[in-house]
């Protein structure tokens, strides 16, 4: 089963002289989901694996919707990143839950 949010990439601590630091990324509709990045591709990462982590014990009728994109409302130093997996990618295996 295919899972895609749009994560919410802010740049308001971005270092553009350094291209670097502060971006930081929450997705609209997994509030608990949040992290941030040095850059981009390290940005990439990190809102894949912390919308993974938010999701993987959730079955497909309890996920929330996803915004379509002409929802979101940007500020001007955001922009909008659709995270894409396929849930069967991910090995349970190593997944331990306590409590």
């Known amino acids: ?15 553009s002289n ?3 630091y502060g971006i ?15 850059n981009d591709s390290e940005g990439l ?6 919308l993974q982590l938010c999701l993987v014990d959730k079955v ?8 379509p994109l002409d929802n ?3 500020s ?3 922009r909008a990143v659709l995270i894409r997996y396929n849930k069967q990618d991910i090995d349970m295996s190593k997944i331990q839950f306590f409590g």
């Open 72 to 74: 979101i409302k940007l």
């Open 45 to 50: 990462t990190m809102a894949l694996d912390v």
């Open 1 to 15: 089963m295919d899972v895609e949010y749009y994560a919410i990439f802010n740049y308001d601590e971005y270092d």
């Open 24 to 38: 930081s990324i929450t997705f609209p509709d997994i509030p608990e989901a949040n992290t941030c990045a040095r």
């Open 60 to 67: 497909q009728e309890h996920l929330p919707i996803p915004t």
């Open 18 to 20: 350094e291209e670097r």
């Open 76 to 78: 001007e130093n955001e």
